[in-house]
């Protein structure tokens, strides 16, 4: 058995830790590198050499067509223990190389010189590219050596004389020559399957990585959403017990109604993103209870331009600094106050606004309450649960150059703004 070490591939050896058995775990050339273009690379290689070659496995069962070899070694091929043979002397011999990290030449079986070159990847050895088919000048094929090699697979002898007339006699130097383009050749494998290797792990991270994320995005979206629902259940059910107590059927009936549609919308999850119209909807039911509660305490004013009505947001914006501001600041004053509701477009944004006339808020809250802390809750009297809900659900969808700003001062009100992209569709 003679090997081929020439300085031109040196770089290319490398003593391997491991080397694939054709096991189904183990990774192979075609998990890389697809059978069309290892065809195109066997096809390049034989039109430059004239030898005939193949791409196979680590198991020596070929990947690329056969159709391009020698009619010997087809007819050899044609007969299962003879295909079963071949592909045994190309795995073993594969094996050989793949330890040596280099290629080898041989011979085969049935007597024909082979060469092997392994195709490794990340250290792990995929495949291997073989050619050959040949005898060497000075060592001219032995016919009856040949015949007693095959004997047990009966092939008819009349096809073996002619087809072994056909097997190509070439110098050594052609065979290192081919030898020489078969290793460039299988480094150029190599790089193709190492930068797909390379692509499919990014895309693989890039996939994994958007998918956290939007789950993420996602968990706390409804960890934002599941705040709200139970803190304003719990406000609206409150005052329908009162006002059952103390007043007939149709006024509780009229606010049950009201509480009816709401709760139809905490409890539909689609369409987060909704028209101003719809959740200027939401605004006026949670308004029918609290007007029912404090009569003519309270008054309502809306300033809603035409140009915003089917503006985008996400549902429940407003009605939350609503109720903000009716519990945290109009509540509290003795003759009630006035809320007003404005929404407009500026540029590119739409800008909302919840101002009331209420009792206003201290500043040392209001420096809690700028940053949006929900834990932060003055002597058990006042949290910014609405407020932090609806400022990082609105970063969460546009950005964090969108949100809430609060502006109060004690005794004058409090006024919340709202900026939103200008988005129509």
Known sequence: MNTYDLEKTRDYNMQLPHFGSGAKNEPQLVDFINTKILNDIRDKFTQVTGIHCVIADTDGRPLTKIDIFSRFCKLVRSIPEGRKRCEECDRVNSMIAAKKGEAIFYKCH???????????????????????????????????????????????ERLL????????????????????????????????????????????????????????????????????NPHFLFNCLNTIGRVALTEGATKTQELI???????????????????????LKYVKDYLVIQQTRFGDRISIVYEISDEVRNAKLPKFTIQPLVENAIVHGLEPQKDGGTLLVKADRQGNSTIIEVID???GIPEAEMEALRKFDQEYNSAGEYNGLGLFNVHHRIQHYFGKEYGLELKSRPGRGCKVTVKLPFIKE
């Open 257 to 279: 109604y009201s509480t009816a549609d709401m709760l139809r919308s905490l409890l539909k999850h689609s369409d987060r993103i909704i028209p101003v119209t719809e959740e």
């Open 110 to 156: 049935a007597g024909l010189i082979d060469a092997a070159m392994p195709i490794v990847l990340k250290n792990q050895h995929v495949g291997n590219f073989l050619c050959g088919q040949v005898a060497l000048q000075g060592d001219e094929l032995d016919h009856d050596d040949i015949k007693k090699r095959i004997s047990d697979l009966n092939i008819d």
């Open 161 to 228: 004389c002619p087809y072994l007339a056909e097997i190509e006699v070439v110098s050594q130097e052609k065979l290192i020559a081919a030898l020489e383009m078969m290793v460039l050749m299988t480094k150029y494998i190599v790089e193709m399957g190492t930068a797909n290797i390379t692509q499919k792990q990014l895309m693989t991270e890039m996939k994994a990585k958007m998918e956290l994320e939007n789950m993420l995005k996602e968990a706390e979206y409804k960890a934002l959403l599941a705040q709200v």
């Open 357 to 359: 006339t209420g009792v």
